[in-house]
């Protein structure tokens, strides 16, 4: 049984930094890319953010590109979203996936307020 769990979200400051963590279990995760993904209020959730198994390969979109960085620990099967530079328009819940996996945690809500 597949599950993934999210945690490290919080409200910051516009500014401020996070790191979200992930832990997943049921599968086997050093050889499994991983995502991060953004749901805003109203919207669909997006990708943001993946790394493959070996971590050579990272991919951002283009509104986090240079201020977050995803990472992983194969040793501890968990997956990291380090965020600096934190803004109002990055609040939102966050979850993460497995690729090609249909499984999802409930997510850690982060809000980037004053």
């Known amino acids: 049984q597949v599950q993934l769990v999210e945690s490290g979200g919080g409200l910051v400051q516009p500014g401020g930094s996070l790191t979200l963590s992930c832990t997943a279990s049921?599968?086997?995760?050093?050889?499994?890319?991983m995502n991060w993904l953004r749901q805003a209020p109203g919207s669909k959730r997006e990708l943001i953010a993946a790394i493959n198994g070996l971590s050579s390969i990272t991919n951002y979109s283009g509104d986090v590109k240079g201020r977050f960085t995803i990472s992983r620990d194969n040793a501890k099967n968990t997956v990291y979203l380090q965020m600096n530079d934190l803004m109002p328009e990055d609040s939102g819940t966050y979850y993460c996936s497995a690729h090609q996996i249909d499984a999802w945690g409930q997510g850690t809500q982060v809000t980037v307020s004053t």
């Open positions: 049921g599968f086997t995760f050093s050889t499994r890319r």
